[in-house]
């Protein structure tokens, strides 16, 4: 699915900008940022399933990694973070 494909603009777009809106105002916000996860995931996987563990692997080590930033502020850190993104 290509963002400018009718799919996209005309029903993957507003069924999850709807359902996030929903749940954002009447639910809980981390229900509607779980939400945009499996949307995002699900756009990815649309394109090539079997991508979708490297969006996963890297999603889990910046989150890591940015967790352990909070505490250390180390440079050599961020730098291969960077660097294993790039």
């Not at 981390?30 to 499996?38: D, H, R, V």
């Not at 692997?57 to 993104?85: D, E, M, Q, R, V």
């Amino acid at each position: 699915m290509l963002f400018s494909s009718t799919e996209f603009i005309f029903l993957f777009l507003p069924v999850c900008l709807l359902v996030y809106f929903f749940l954002a105002k009447s639910v809980a916000y981390f229900y509607a940022k779980a939400w945009l996860l499996i949307a995002s995931l699900f756009f990815y996987a649309y394109w090539n399933p079997a991508n979708v563990w490297i969006i996963i692997l890297s999603c889990t080590a910046n989150y890591a990694a940015g967790k352990k930033l909070l505490h250390s502020k180390s440079k050599s850190l961020l730098l291969i973070t960077i660097a294993l993104n790039i």
